[in-house]
């Protein structure tokens, strides 16, 4: 997917929703961006992560566990039903996150 959020203008309530659907360690990073448009880049690209791995794992969003290597970047850390899933540690690859 890819998405434009330029032109995209959240009111404050709006935006407060969608901080709120994320892990708080992932709301915070969002907000420690100083410019508005790197933090709505940063919540659009986390939203599109949990989105994706709901989709293809046909759970919801809150069920999707989302770490980051010590590069940051991401990876799906367990399936929904509790079971390590592919790309980090758990699924064979990646670094954890400290």
């Known amino acids: 997917w ?4 330029s032109a995209w203008e959240p009111g404050e309530d709006e935006w407060r929703v ?4 994320l892990p708080e360690e992932d709301a915070t990073r969002v907000m420690k ?3 508005k448009d790197d933090q709505k880049r940063a919540l659009v690209s986390r939203l599109l992560q949990r989105r994706a791995c709901a989709g293809f794992l046909s759970c919801s969003h809150s069920e999707v566990t989302i770490h980051r290597t ?5 990876y799906l850390a367990t399936a929904p039903d509790g079971g390590a ?11 954890p996150a400290p």
């Open 70 to 74: 010590k590069g940051r970047k991401p």
């Open 85 to 95: 899933a592919g790309g980090g540690p758990a699924g064979g690859g990646g670094d």
């Open 2 to 5: 890819a998405v434009d959020a």
């Open 33 to 35: 961006f100083h410019f």
């Open 18 to 21: 969608l901080l709120e659907t």
